[in-house]
């Protein structure tokens, strides 16, 4: 089992849970067993109620925190064993490129704009076969998420885990991002390459338009842009102050955020890309996908084996099962011993 490992490990910030009822139920066993022990000693409590039992309720509680651990254990989908499968490959690489700025926490398209661009990206990826697909995500940096793959869902599981929390540095540098994809192709021969970004717009001189212009001149990269937001009256950033909302501020004056769709625009046209201006609207960046980039950037090639580790968290679901069901089974109480009739006659 050396390929074990954990898909989902960030379930295991759930741990805390768990914890917490483990130490409140032994608190309330052994309080109870206080309780108990002051009320009468062992020899009478089993003369005044034969069915009771200081060891059931310990296994009851056993067996409640095992089943716990179980169901945690299977949300962090464990995984060993490997199959293959395999793809035809249609030749087209293409990195999706998520802004994580603050500003993409405006609500003017719901969710919120950050929302709206990862389930526009994880939308795309279920209509992708055989092209390798990668994600990076930037604001005041930038950051490969995911490189090139054909797993595609191991592609989505890095999707859901992108956050507006990824990026050490507040801001939103652009260019760096193009930059960092364009270095992170591969050089092998493929159909073409692309690079899909979705933002609003929103860029601190990071120079877009020269390093698209750049990645389609050295390298045969196309830009496609799709930009996200209300280009009109903006919407302002909704911000969490000592648990309650509110929302972002500069100088005590209330920060509201636009889509900019010229720099998109622009960025685009010097990657001989498309703009997509989406606004508020949904979209389905699938369908834009596969109608913007021209079928000849597109090549057939070899077939190629996709090693998916085979997850087994229906192994731990099903004894979790199990051992609630015995857990509901287990009484607290052991059954009394019948006591003997009394027969008796008049003297």
Sequence with gaps: MSDFHFANPAMLS????????ILVASWALARRARRLKRFADADLVKQIAPGSSRVRPLIKFSIAMAAMVALLMGSMDPRWGVRYEEIQRRGMDVFFVIDS????????????????????????????????????????DAQVESPLTLNYRSLKLVLDDVSTRNSSRGGSMLGEAIRLATRSFTDEESGGKAIVI??????????????????????G?????????????GARIP??????????????TQVWTKMEPAILEETALAGE?????AGTKRFDLGRIFNDVVAEDQ?????STEVRIATPRFQWLAGFALLLLCVDCVVSERRRAPRLPELTGGRS
């Design 14 to 21: 759930l741990a805390w849970i768990a914890l917490v009822l």
């Design 101 to 140: 700025s603050r500003s993409m926490l405006a609500e003017d398209a719901g969710p919120n704009r950050f929302d709206r661009a990862k389930q526009s990206i994880g939308d795309a990826i279920d209509q992708l076969g055989g092209d390798r697909a990668g994600i990076i995500s930037f604001a005041g």
């Design 198 to 219: 979705l933002s609003d717009g929103e860029d601190q001189e990071s120079q877009p338009v020269e390093m698209a212009r750049a990645a389609l001149e050295e390298r």
């Design 221 to 233: 990269i196309r830009i496609y842009t799709v930009g996200i937001g209300d280009a009109v009256e």
């Design 239 to 252: 911000v969490l102050r000592n648990g309650r909302r509110g929302w972002l501020e500069h100088d005590g």
């Design 273 to 277: 890309g498309a703009f997509i201006a």
């Design 298 to 302: 597109r090549a057939e090639l070899e």
